[in-house]
Each structure stands twice: as C-alpha cells, then as structure tokens.
C-alpha cells in the first residue's frame, strides 16, 4: 500500500515539475518560425526554400540553419525549440516538447581542403583524375597541330 502511495506522489511530482517548466506533457503540432537570422532553409514535401519570418511548418518538415544562422520554431503548445548555426529540426509529427528539443541534431560541416588533405583514397582519385586531363588535353593540342606525330 505504501509501494503504490510513493508511485502515485512521484507520478504527480513528476507532472507537476513538467508543467512547471513551462513545457506541456501534450503533443505539440504546428509551428511558426520566429526571429530567422541568416540562411535558414525549409524542408517540406514539395521541396526546400529559404525561410522566412512567421512561416508555418507543419509536420514532415525539416528545418535547417547554415553558417551564422539561428531561427526559433514556435510550437502551438508554448515550446520554442531554438536552433544555432549548423543545426537541424526534423519535425515528424506531434510530439512532446521533450522529444522536439531532444531531436535537434548538428548538421556536419567539412571543409574542402581538409577532405582531401586528410582523405587518401580521394586524393590518389584526384590525381588520377589530374593525369587524364593532362594527356587529354595533350591529344586534343596534337589532332589541332593537323599534323602527323611520324
């Protein structure tokens, strides 16, 4: 009996610590994109576009910023799940404000000059790639010298 009293006040303690943070155990849907700063691009069914101030997003979206980019998606629930730059918001459907700031994910940014200084293979790729140009580009200077090479 004690066992199923402790439950029941941890269970409340917990709700009660949920909703007292501001962010709702209900399912958020809809959101709005507020204060957009920079490239921030939107990722729909139909395709992507640059976002703007005040535009819906609805479910099966995804939301992403760029170098020097933040955007805040408002949900109708009362959550606000702020990205920085380089980040990315995959919005699947109604979910818990939880769920929504816990899925936020970092979106990966290499540098050209670094892949291929620290990338073998693609290097030995390149030089492949390098030396093709080269004897193409010597066959094309021959066949326009209209000459034979005997």
């Not at 199923?4 to 501001?22: Q, T």
């Not at 691009?41 to 933040?70: I, N």
């Amino acid at each position: 009996m004690r066992s199923v009293i402790l439950v029941i006040l941890g269970s409340f303690a917990m709700a009660f610590s949920v909703n007292a943070l501001g962010q709702s155990s209900s399912s958020c849907d809809g959101a709005e994109l507020r204060d957009v700063t920079g490239n921030v691009l939107l990722s729909t069914k139909d395709g992507m576009s640059a976002a703007v101030e005040k535009q819906t997003v609805a479910g099966g979206s995804r939301v992403t910023t760029t170098s020097r980019a933040s955007v805040t998606v408002a949900f109708a629930c009362g959550c606000d799940v702020k990205l920085k730059e380089n980040e990315r918001l995959d919005i699947e459907g109604p979910s818990t404000c939880a769920v929504l700031l816990a899925s936020v994910t970092a979106v990966p940014v290499v540098a050209i000059g670094a892949a291929t200084a620290s990338a073998g293979a693609f290097s030995g790729t390149t030089a492949l790639i390098g030396v093709g140009v080269g004897v193409g580009g010597y066959l094309i200077y021959r066949n326009n010298r209209n000459q034979s090479p005997n």
